[in-house]
Nanobody, 122 residues
Framework: QLQLVEPGGAVVQPGGSLRLSCAAS????????IYWFRQAPGKKREGISCARANDGEKFYADSVKGRFTISRNNANNTMYLQMNSLKPEDTAVYYC???????????????WGQGAQVTVSS
């Protein structure tokens, strides 16, 4: 079965860090661009990062630039999102995704994870 599997999220204090993981099953992740999206309560889902497959170039939304880092480990077919200096406004459901290209429309993206709740609260 072709899928992306995300373990559950967590509750983190403001200023804290968390690493999300997302494992690909049934396909080889290193041939795909990898994405992270998030959806906060009452808001539209937004793309926050993408890393290209061919040259590894990475893109970040302004809201997370300098605090979040996208990465992949091709040996274990897994992608990651390292989140530092977390703020309450980072509270959202986080989704991993994979597609041949960065910049694809959401309805064109090939694979999605099931989402992981991240809550930033004291």
């Amino acid at each position: 079965q072709l899928q992306l599997v995300e373990p559950g999220g967590a509750v983190v204090q403001p200023g804290g860090s968390l690493r999300l993981s997302c494992a690909a099953s049934g396909f080889t992740l290193d041939y795909y661009a990898i994405y992270w999206f998030r959806q906060a309560p009452g808001k539209k889902r937004e793309g926050i990062s993408c890393a290209r497959a061919n040259d590894g170039e990475k893109f970040y939304a302004d809201s997370v630039k300098g605090r979040f880092t996208i990465s992949r480990n091709n040996a274990n077919n897994t992608m990651y999102l390292q989140m530092n200096s977390l703020k309450p406004e980072d509270t959202a459901v986080y989704y991993c995704a994979a597609d041949p290209f960065c910049g694809s429309y959401e309805n064109e993206i090939d694979f999605w994870g099931q989402g992981a709740q991240v809550t930033v609260s004291s």
